[in-house]
C-alpha cells in the first residue's frame, strides 16, 4: 500500500536543487526570486524558507517584480497554472456582467499602471476582487506598486504553505 504525507521542509531540503528551483519558480515566475531563495538552504523550518523568501521579494528591484508577475494572469482571465486557477476558482461562478465589469477594470488598470492587477485572490469572490480592484484604481504610482509588492508576497507565501503540505508517496 502506498502511503502519501506532506512534502514538509525536511523533503524539500532533501531534494535535488534543480527539483527545488522548478518547484521555487512555479511559486514566483522570477528565476532571480527562486535561485536567491534556494541559497539561503537547507532551511531548519517553514518559518526560515517564508522568512528567506519574504526577505528576497523585499530586496528585488522593480524590473525582476516585472518578471515575477508575468506568471499570474489576469483576475478572470483564464489561468494558465494550476495555482493560478485554484486561487481564482470562485471568479468562475461570477455573473457575466461582473466577469466584463472585471476584464475592464483590469484593462484600464493596465493601461494605468503598466502591469497586470495583481491581488491575493484566493478564497475571494469576484465580487470582492472587482471591489478592491476599483479602490486600487484611485491610488498613485508609487503606493499601488507597494501594494502590489505586498500582494505578491502573501501569493507566494500560500503558495510556498501549498507546496510544503503537497502530498508525496513514502
Request: proline fraction near 3%; glycine fraction near 4%.
Amino acid at each position: 500500500m502506498v502511503t502519501y504525507e506532506p512534502l514538509g521542509i525536511e523533503g524539500f531540503n532533501a531534494m535535488s536543487e534543480r527539483q527545488r528551483m522548478h518547484l521555487l519558480f512555479e511559486v514566483c515566475s522570477s528565476t532571480i526570486w527562486a535561485r536567491r531563495v534556494l541559497a539561503g538552504g537547507p532551511f531548519r523550518d517553514a518559518d526560515a524558507l517564508f522568512d528567506r523568501a519574504d526577505r528576497v521579494l523585499a530586496e528585488l528591484p522593480d524590473a525582476e517584480i516585472d518578471a515575477a508577475l508575468d506568471g499570474h494572469p489576469r483576475i478572470g482571465a483564464k489561468a494558465d497554472n494550476p495555482s493560478s486557477a485554484q486561487e481564482q476558482a470562485r471568479v468562475a461562478d461570477a455573473a457575466d456582467a461582473v466577469k466584463a465589469e472585471l476584464a475592464e477594470k483590469n484593462r484600464i488598470y493596465d493601461e494605468k499602471f503598466g502591469y497586470v492587477y495583481l491581488v491575493c485572490a484566493s478564497g475571494r469572490t469576484a465580487e470582492e476582487l472587482l471591489a478592491i480592484l476599483t479602490e486600487r484604481l484611485d491610488n498613485d504610482a508609487e503606493t499601488e506598486r507597494r501594494v502590489m509588492r505586498s500582494e505578491l508576497a502573501k501569493i507566494n507565501r500560500l503558495r510556498l504553505e501549498r507546496l510544503l503540505a503537497k502530498a508525496q508517496s513514502a
